[in-house]
């Protein structure tokens, strides 16, 4: 077993809406599956399982476009064990910093990194690896505002454009696939690993372990995983144990 093996993250997702954990299929707010009323014991659980980092989302917030569950992710960030990325409504400065303060090891920024280059700039200049892009992606197009609004940007140009502004990573979601385990959209995620000089994080679609050991195959660094986890499709031990045994 290679370190590069080794190095595939699988990253459970928690999704948090009315401070509860969640999955909103394709991004809408109107198609909720609820999972759990305690996101923390949530986390604690996806920890003892061994998950790697957790990725934890305020839904309300990239709706509102500011932070509305940061008290539950607090908690969450203060009771880990283990890296957390935040991600929803974080536009500003402020926002981050606040996130920093609670123990986010990893900010997503999505909105605002296509509103306001500047202050994406200035969040890299202060937090430097702890900032990662997630760029959300609709038919091709990017989406912002919890996925709701949709824009005439090119996904594949965007990441360019924010791997040359100097961010650390991107996260890539295919919108369309999100919460539906139809897998994962291999061929926009292969384009942007042979492209970037940067890492790229998959997200939406995964339905199955060897989803994930294609991931790794070619090249993300990791993967969000949501709906299959939750409905137990497969377990987390047993993708663990799949993407860190893969032949390379």
Known sequence: MTAAAVAFEVIPAIDIRDGRCVRLFQGDY???TRYSDDPLATARDWEDLGAPRLHVVDLDGARAGMPVNHGVMAAIAAASGVPIEVSGGLRTLEDIAAAVRY??????????????????AAAIDAYGEAI???????????????????TDLDAVEFAHRMAESGVA???VTDIGRDSTLTGPNFELLGRLVDQLAIP???????????????????????????KALYE?????????TAVRSRPC
């Open 30 to 32: 109107d198609q909720e």
């Open 103 to 120: 123990g986010a090891g990893r900010i997503q920024i999505g909105s605002a990194a296509v509103r306001d280059p500047a202050m994406l």
């Open 132 to 150: 990662c892009v997630s760029i959300d992606a609709r038919d091709g197009r990017v989406a912002t505002d919890g996925w709701e609004k949709a």
């Open 169 to 171: 990573r991107v996260m």
């Open 200 to 226: 790229v994080v998959a997200s939406g679609g995964v339905a199955a372990v060897s989803d994930l050991v294609r991931l790794a195959e070619i090249g993300c660094e990791g993967a969000i995983v949501g």
């Open 232 to 240: 137990g499709t497969f377990s987390l031990p047993e993708a663990l």
